[in-house]
């Protein structure tokens, strides 16, 4: 699932008239870019959720193989989202991508899905606070020799995972928060990192999109 919904607030004045996912960096949609690491990855079926402008998404992805899971009456953050979307998502564990960072090196959602193992509840990929470019603030998380995490550390979270599903039916909330629920998973140790080894950078403010360009270009 691609996560698609957000206001774009930071990123204003660029998501005044469209939504911050059909951004271009390099001369291609930020959007674009989550859906050609899902299709490299052979993940099927890849859903998009949408809210604000959300028509414009709609008409971006008009013919293609994806399916929208439209937030337009309530933005239910990421958390109610996917879960949302589960219907359309089908069984097993899935994959969350944030379309508002771009990678370089091996494509993460195929990383993930090579590391998951039945230890795990939550697959979060990481990249070390020292190299995450544009990153505003600290890090997210510290990881043990197994890979377990905990929160506050000097691995920032990348903005892709790997969950089991049905633990999101244990948030009583209708609008929630990933971070809801890998609180849980932390406490119970079913939490674990994975580090990126290639580029990354955090595309939120309107001045990160030349700082992702160049980590495209030294790709």
Known sequence: MIFAAGL??????????????????AGQTLLDRALAM?????????????????????????????????????????GGGLR???????????????????????????????????RMDALLALVPLATAT??????????????RITRRGDFVYAGAHMIRPERLAEIPDQVF?????????IAEGRAFGMIHTGGWCDVGRPEAIPLAEAVLADG
């Not at 774009?8 to 960096?25: A, Q």
């Not at 097993?92 to 998951?116: I, K, Q, R, S, Y």
């Not at 928060?177 to 998973?185: A, E, G, K, T």
Request: hydrophobic content about 40%.
């Open 8 to 25: 774009g607030t930071r990123m204003r004045p660029l998501t005044d008239n469209r939504p911050k996912p059909l951004i271009e960096v």
């Open 38 to 78: 899902g299709r490299q990855a052979r993940l099927s079926p890849i859903v998009v959720n949408s809210h604000y402008l959300g028509e414009q998404i709609a008409d971006h992805l008009a013919g293609q193989d994806v399916t929208i899971s439209d937030e337009t009456d309530l933005l239910l953050d990421t």
């Open 84 to 118: 949302k979307a589960l219907p359309l998502l089908g069984t097993g564990p899935v994959m969350t991508l944030n379309p508002d960072v771009v990678w370089t090196g091996p494509n993460p959602l195929t990383a993930l899905c090579e590391a998951w193992d039945d």
């Open 134 to 147: 544009a990153r505003v603030g600290g890090g997210d998380f510290s990881m043990d020799v197994v890979g």
């Open 177 to 185: 928060s990933l971070n809801r629920i890998w609180d849980v998973l």
